[in-house]
C-alpha cells in the first residue's frame, strides 16, 4: 500500500467531497482536538472542500501549546545550572518563558539539546557521566510510551546522572473540561488517532455518551479526515453519538497493552496546570513514588516564582475552543512563527501558527 | 593517519607542506601555481561576482561532500545571473584534528567539481583553528564570472511563467537522513551538481530568462516568496506540477517537513515569457526529466504565494522561518 498517495486520491477526496457538501443541512462545529488535525486541515485546504456549514474549531491538543508557562519556566530554571545538559523534544525550545526561551538560553552557553528520539538522552547520559541530564519529556498518550522506555532503561543501566522532567498530559480530562463549559457549542469532535493507537478507541466512549456528541478517531491524511467528517456529518444528522474508528488499520478498541502497562509501570496520575485550562484534576502524569529519585525539579530543588501569561495573546481562549487565532489582536502582527508571542504560534502542530502558515495573515 | 595539527596553520613549514604539498598539487592549474598574493585573471566585458560559506555535518553524504557543494554553491550563482563561472578562490577554516585524508578527500572532490564547472581554483586561504572552534571544516569560496546574458530579478512581471529544473528537496532530505541521531536509511542521492551547462543550452536556444534562481537554503519556498516579494505579485503554483520524490516525501511526513523548504543545491527555478515555456521545459528535461513548468506570475499585487491542490483547494506556501524542527509526535 503507498502510505501517502493512497490516502491523498483526488478523485475519492473530490468524491467525499460532493457528498459533505449534500448531506451537510446545519450547521456543524467540529473540535479537532489534536494540533495535528490542524494542521491538516489547513495545509490540504479542507475547510474549501466541505462546504459553508462545517465549522472547524481547534482544540487543546497540542504538547506545547497547553504547556504553562511556569513548567517553561522550571525548564530555564533547571537548564541553567551548571554542569546540566538539558534535553528537549524540538518546539520546546522557542516557547517564550517568563524570562525567555530556551533557545535564548542555549545562545548563551548553556547546553541544550534538541532531541529526535527521546531514546537519545540514554546515550547522552551514557556519555556524560561527570554531567547532569535531564529529559524535559512532554506529550499526550502519543510520546508517553517513549518516556516511560527512557525511565526503564535509566533504571536497568543504573544510570546515576540521568533525570526526567515529566510534562506528560491525557486526552480526554481536557475534552471533559471544555465540554463543561456551557459557553462552548462543540457538536463533535475529530478523535487523533496516534493517541488512539496507544490507548484504544474506547477512551471516547465515556464522553461521547456523557456529552451525546459524535467522536472519529481519525488519520491525519486529507481522504482519513473527509471520511471521518462525513461520518460526522451523518451522526449530526441522524442525531447520533457514536465513536467512529475511522483508523481501523492500526487502531484498536483497547489500544496497546504493552505500552499502557509501562506507562502504569512508572507513572500515576496527577492533576496538572493547562495554558488556558486551568488546573484539571488527574489529567497528567508523574513518576511514582518509588521512582521519584529520578525527578529533575525534585532532584535540583526547582522552585520558580508566579509565571504570568502575556495579557495580550488569547491562546486560553482559543484552546477552549471559544476564539480563532484571527480574533486574537496580535495575531500575524507583533505575534509570528519569528517572535511568538504564545505558545500556539510556535509549535508545528499549534492552531495560530496552522492558521499563519496556510491561510491568513495579519 | 596523519591529522590536521595547528602547527599547519602556523605559517611555518607545516603550512608550506600542506599548501605546497596537498593543496597546489590538488587544484593545480597555471594561475594558482605562480603563487602571487593575488590571482592575477585573463577577463573581459561585464562580470558577475559572488561570495559563498559552507558549512555542513556531516561533510561528506550520499552524492556529494562540503567540498563539492562549495564549488556548486557559488559556481551556480554566477550561473543564475547569466554568467560562465570561470576563476573561484578557496578559504579553508579546518578544526584541528581532521584526518589529513578526509581533508584530501574534500579538496579532489572540489578539483573535479570545479573540472565539470569549468572553472579554475585559483587562489585560496588557510586557517587552521583549534579543536571546537569548528566542525571538522568551513569553506568559503568566492568567483567571478562573464556575463553571457545579463539575468536579473526585476525583470520578473505579471504572466511570466514559473519553471522548476528538477524534483525538489533532495539535498535536505539526504543530509537530514545522514545526521547520526536520526539512523534513516536511504538510498536517496544529493541533487548537487553544477548548473551552467544547462543555462548555456536554455540561451544556446535563444530563450532569455527573465530570473533564475538555486533553490538551495530555504527550497523552492524561499525562492518563489522572495521573487513574490520582488515583483510585489502574487505566485500561483500547483502542487501535482512539483515532482518530489517518494523517499524525500517519506522523510518529510516522519519529521513533519515541508518538501518544499528543503535545501537543493543542483535544482534552480527559473521564470520565462510565456512562449518560451514549452521550449524551455523541453531543454531542462534533457537535463533532468522531473522538470515542469510550475506555475505564473500573477496580476495581482499582495505578494503571497499561493499554492493549489490536485483537488482544487488553495494555501500559501510561506516562507521557512527559524530552524528546521522535526515534529514533535
Known amino acids: 500500500m503507498d502510505l501517502i498517495n493512497s490516502f491523498r486520491d483526488k478523485d475519492k477526496?473530490?468524491?467525499?467531497?460532493?457528498?459533505?457538501?449534500?448531506?451537510?443541512?446545519?450547521?456543524?462545529?467540529?473540535?479537532?482536538?489534536?494540533?495535528?488535525?490542524?494542521?491538516?486541515?489547513?495545509?490540504?485546504?479542507?475547510?474549501?472542500?466541505?462546504?459553508?456549514?462545517?465549522?472547524?474549531?481547534?482544540?487543546?491538543?497540542?504538547?506545547?501549546?497547553?504547556?504553562?508557562?511556569?513548567?517553561?519556566?522550571?525548564?530555564?530554571?533547571?537548564?541553567?545550572?551548571?554542569?546540566?545538559?538539558?534535553?528537549?523534544?524540538?518546539?520546546?525550545?522557542?516557547?517564550?518563558?517568563?524570562?525567555?526561551?530556551?533557545?535564548?538560553?542555549?545562545?548563551?552557553?548553556?547546553?541544550?539539546?534538541?532531541l529526535y528520539s527521546p531514546l537519545d538522552t540514554i546515550t547522552i547520559a551514557k556519555e556524560n557521566l561527570d554531567k547532569k541530564v535531564v529529559f524535559f519529556a512532554i506529550g499526550f498518550e502519543t510520546t508517553t510510551p517513549m518516556s516511560a522506555v527512557v525511565v526503564e532503561q535509566a533504571i536497568n543501566l543504573n544510570l546515576q546522572n540521568l533525570f526526567i522532567h515529566l510534562n506528560h498530559v491525557?486526552?480526554?480530562?481536557?475534552?471533559?473540561?471544555?465540554?463543561?463549559?456551557?459557553?462552548?457549542?462543540?457538536?463533535?469532535?475529530?478523535?487523533?488517532?496516534h493517541v488512539s493507537v496507544i490507548t484504544g478507541s474506547k477512551i471516547y466512549e465515556e464522553l461521547a455518551n456523557e456529552f451525546k456528541t459524535p467522536i472519529a478517531v481519525s488519520g491525519f491524511e486529507p481522504l482519513d479526515l473527509m471520511d471521518s467528517i462525513l461520518n460526522l456529518v451523518n451522526q449530526h444528522q441522524n442525531g447520533t453519538y457514536k465513536v467512529y474508528n475511522e483508523y481501523a488499520r492500526v487502531v484498536t478498541k483497547d489500544g496497546?497493552?504493552?505500552?499502557?502497562?509501562?506507562?502504569?509501570?512508572?507513572?500515576?496520575?496527577?492533576?496538572?496546570?493547562?495554558?488556558?485550562?486551568?488546573?484539571?484534576?488527574?489529567?497528567?502524569?508523574?513518576?511514582?513514588?518509588?521512582?521519584?529519585?529520578?525527578?529533575?525539579?525534585?532532584?535540583?530543588?526547582?522552585?520558580?516564582?508566579e509565571s504570568?501569561?502575556?495579557?495580550?495573546?488569547?491562546?486560553?481562549?482559543?484552546?477552549?475552543?471559544?476564539?480563532?487565532?484571527?480574533d486574537c489582536k496580535v495575531f500575524g502582527k507583533v505575534c509570528n512563527p519569528q517572535n511568538p508571542i504564545g505558545s500556539c504560534m510556535v509549535s508545528g502542530e499549534g492552531a495560530c501558527a496552522a492558521y499563519y502558515k496556510y491561510s491568513k495573515r495579519g | 593517519?596523519?591529522?590536521?595539527?595547528?602547527?599547519?596553520?602556523?605559517?611555518?613549514?607545516?603550512?608550506?607542506?600542506?599548501?605546497?604539498?596537498?593543496?597546489?598539487?590538488?587544484?593545480?592549474?597555471?594561475?594558482?601555481?605562480?603563487?602571487?598574493d593575488s590571482a592575477i585573471l585573463n577577463l573581459s566585458g561585464k562580470l558577475a561576482f559572488s561570495t559563498d560559506s559552507f558549512v555542513v555535518?556531516?561533510?561528506?553524504?550520499?552524492?556529494?561532500?562540503?567540498?563539492?557543494?562549495?564549488?556548486?554553491?557559488?559556481?551556480?550563482?554566477?550561473?543564475?545571473?547569466?554568467?560562465?563561472?570561470?576563476?573561484?578562490?578557496?578559504?579553508?577554516?579546518?578544526?584541528?584534528?581532521?584526518?589529513?585524508?578526509?581533508?584530501?578527500?574534500?579538496?579532489?572532490?572540489?578539483k573535479s567539481t570545479a573540472d565539470e564547472a569549468g572553472v579554475a581554483i585559483v587562489c585560496g586561504d588557510t586557517k587552521v583553528v583549534s579543536k571546537g572552534s569548528?566542525?571538522?571544516?568551513?569553506?568559503?569560496?568566492?568567483?567571478?564570472?562573464?556575463?553571457?546574458?545579463?539575468?536579473?530579478?526585476?525583470?520578473?512581471?505579471?504572466?511570466?511563467?514559473?519553471?522548476?529544473?528538477?524534483?525538489?528537496?533532495r539535498h535536505g532530505a539526504v543530509v537530514l537522513a545522514s545526521r547520526n541521531e536520526l539512523r534513516l536509511q536511504s538510498h536517496l542521492q544529493s541533487d548537487c551538481k553544477p548548473l551552467y551547462k544547462i543555462v548555456e543550452a536554455l540561451l544556446n536556444a535563444g530563450i532569455t530568462p527573465l530570473a533564475m534562481r538555486d533553490a538551495t537554503r530555504g527550497g523552492l519556498s524561499a525562492v518563489l516568496n522572495e521573487w513574490a516579494k520582488a515583483c510585489k505579485r502574487d505566485i500561483k503554483i500547483s502542487e501535482d506540477s512539483i515532482a518530489v520524490s517518494d523517499e524525500v516525501m517519506g522523510i518529510c511526513e516522519i519529521l513533519g517537513f515541508e518538501p518544499y523548504e528543503l535545501a537543493n543545491e543542483g535544482t534552480f527555478v527559473l521564470a520565462v515569457e510565456p512562449k518560451d515555456e514549452i521550449k524551455a521545459v523541453e531543454i531542462l528535461r534533457e537535463f533532468n526529466s522531473n522538470a515542469n513548468s510550475i506555475g505564473?506570475?500573477?496580476?495581482?499585487?499582495?505578494?503571497?504565494?499561493?499554492?493549489?491542490?490536485?483537488?482544487?483547494?488553495t494555501r500559501f506556501m510561506e516562507p521557512p522561518k527559524g530552524e528546521l524542527l522535526p515534529r514533535i509526535c
Request: proline fraction near 4%.
Open chain 1, 13 to 114: 477526496i473530490l468524491a467525499l467531497s460532493k457528498i459533505i457538501k449534500q448531506r451537510s443541512k446545519k450547521p456543524l462545529n467540529i473540535m479537532e482536538i489534536c494540533g495535528g488535525h490542524t494542521h491538516s486541515i489547513m495545509k490540504f485546504g479542507l475547510p474549501q472542500l466541505v462546504g459553508e456549514h462545517i465549522n472547524f474549531i481547534h482544540g487543546p491538543g497540542c504538547p506545547v501549546c497547553i504547556m504553562p508557562r511556569s513548567r517553561i519556566d522550571e525548564a530555564i530554571a533547571i537548564a541553567s545550572i551548571d554542569g546540566v545538559i538539558f534535553c528537549t523534544l524540538a518546539d520546546m525550545l522557542r516557547v517564550p518563558g517568563s524570562k525567555g526561551s530556551l533557545a535564548e538560553l542555549r545562545a548563551g552557553g548553556a547546553d541544550i539539546r534538541a
Open chain 1, 170 to 193: 491525557t486526552v480526554p480530562a481536557p475534552v471533559r473540561a471544555i465540554m463543561s463549559d456551557k459557553d462552548v457549542k462543540i457538536d463533535a469532535f475529530l478523535g487523533p488517532s
Open chain 1, 256 to 305: 496497546n497493552q504493552k505500552a499502557k502497562e509501562l506507562i502504569n509501570r512508572y507513572f500515576e496520575p496527577c492533576d496538572f496546570e493547562w495554558r488556558g485550562l486551568g488546573v484539571i484534576k488527574d489529567s497528567g502524569l508523574r513518576l511514582r513514588d518509588e521512582f521519584d529519585y529520578l525527578d529533575a525539579k525534585k532532584y535540583f530543588n526547582i522552585e520558580v516564582g
Open chain 1, 308 to 326: 504570568k501569561e502575556s495579557k495580550a495573546c488569547i491562546c486560553g481562549e482559543i484552546l477552549r475552543g471559544k476564539a480563532k487565532p484571527y
Open chain 2, 1 to 36: 593517519m596523519q591529522k590536521i595539527m595547528l602547527a599547519h596553520g602556523g605559517g611555518g613549514q607545516e603550512m608550506n607542506d600542506l599548501i605546497n604539498g596537498l593543496i597546489f598539487k590538488i587544484f593545480n592549474n597555471e594561475i594558482l601555481s605562480q603563487n602571487n
Open chain 2, 57 to 110: 555535518s556531516p561533510t561528506k553524504f550520499s552524492g556529494g561532500d562540503i567540498g563539492k557543494i562549495a564549488v556548486c554553491g557559488t559556481a551556480n550563482d554566477l550561473a543564475m545571473v547569466g554568467a560562465k563561472p570561470r576563476y573561484i578562490s578557496c578559504a579553508l577554516i579546518i578544526e584541528e584534528g581532521l584526518d589529513i585524508n578526509e581533508l584530501k578527500d574534500i579538496l579532489s572532490s572540489m
Open chain 2, 134 to 169: 569548528c566542525d571538522k571544516i568551513f569553506i568559503n569560496t568566492s568567483g567571478v564570472g562573464e556575463i553571457i546574458k545579463e539575468v536579473r530579478i526585476e525583470n520578473l512581471k505579471s504572466g511570466a511563467r514559473v519553471l522548476l529544473s528538477g524534483d525538489v528537496g
Open chain 2, 296 to 313: 505564473e506570475i500573477l496580476d495581482s499585487n499582495k505578494s503571497n504565494v499561493i499554492i493549489q491542490n490536485s483537488y482544487g483547494a
